[in-house]
């Protein structure tokens, strides 16, 4: 099933239909800056990953896993390889009963299907008829989908905040935290409480976060997992890969080739 030509351009025009989709290809270093929709918002990845940036936190979709905002959350989206990806927007009106948090979902092979057959049809034959019976089972589909645990929460506490920008930027020397509790001038003590009331996470467990939302854009961009634990400071490519499994239950790359065979 082909996607249908009319897809691979963005609407220009008012549409009223409950799902409209658009398909495209991004090439590696893509940046869509801060914008917001009215909308709903899908990304489907089908090849390549992407990073997601909001208020809430940063989210990564590798290969045949999406990324779900809600209407209105602005957002900033880092094509981290050449990725190509299926859009689906959700009217405000029909998103009212899908997630409210924006979340990574896994894309079941039901609803995979789902989306490239309503991709093969021209959008004024999406209002009514079979196109619009296929939308409505998307729907239904995005209301029970489970969260996958690729989401990095942000702090909104500047000093908290100013602290966790810098170890996403270079995870492999993460502060200990005493180090981290006097940047932010406060006890070891406040400093555990405030980040787990920002962020739901112990520090500890935040910086585990971060270094494995890191490996798996390294992984996605083609990077051994050798390398990938070399580079993030890891003890050696077996404590890597325990940790990962630890997280994704599947080591790396059982990962990877679930996604393109799932």
């Not at 090849?47 to 809600?70: D, N, Q, Y």
């Not at 645990?149 to 908290?160: A, N, T």
């Not at 798996?216 to 634990?229: C, H, K, N, P």
């Not at 890597?240 to 599947?250: I, L, M, R």
Request: glycine residues 4%; hydrophobic residues 40%; proline residues 8%.
């Amino acid at each position: 099933m082909s996607i249908h030509p009319e897809l691979s351009e963005f609407p220009t025009y008012e549409l009223a239909v409950p799902l409209i989709g658009y398909a495209k290809a991004q090439p590696r270093g893509a940046l869509n800056e801060w914008h917001a929709h009215d909308a709903a918002q899908l990304f489907h990845v089908v090849k390549g990953s992407l990073a997601i940036e909001t208020e809430h936190g940063t989210f990564f979709a590798p290969p045949e896993r999406a990324v779900w905002l809600p209407p209105r959350v602005a957002h900033q989206t880092r094509y981290l390889t050449d990725t190509d990806i299926r859009y689906v927007y959700v009217q405000m009106e029909h998103a009212r009963d899908l997630p409210q948090p924006p979340q990574v979902i896994q894309v079941t092979n039901l609803l995979r299907a789902l989306i490239l057959e309503f991709m093969s049809y021209p959008r004024a034959q999406t209002e009514e008829g079979p196109a619009a019976r296929i939308a409505a089972v998307i729907l239904d589909q995005l209301k029970m989908l489970p969260a996958a645990p690729l989401q990095l929460p942000m702090p909104q506490d500047s000093r908290l905040r100013t602290l966790c920008e810098g170890i996403v930027r270079c995870p492999a020397h993460i502060p200990s935290l005493e180090e981290a509790s006097r940047r932010c001038t406060v006890s070891v003590r406040s400093f555990e409480r405030r980040m787990k009331a920002e962020t739901g996470l112990s520090f500890r467990t935040w910086c585990r976060q971060v270094k494995l939302f890191r490996a798996l854009e390294l992984l996605a961009a083609g990077r051994t997992v050798s390398d990938v634990s070399h580079k993030l400071g890891y003890e050696g490519p077996s404590a890597f890969v325990a940790t990962f499994k630890k997280a994704f239950g599947v080591t790396p790359g059982r990962y990877f080739a679930s996604v393109e065979t799932d």
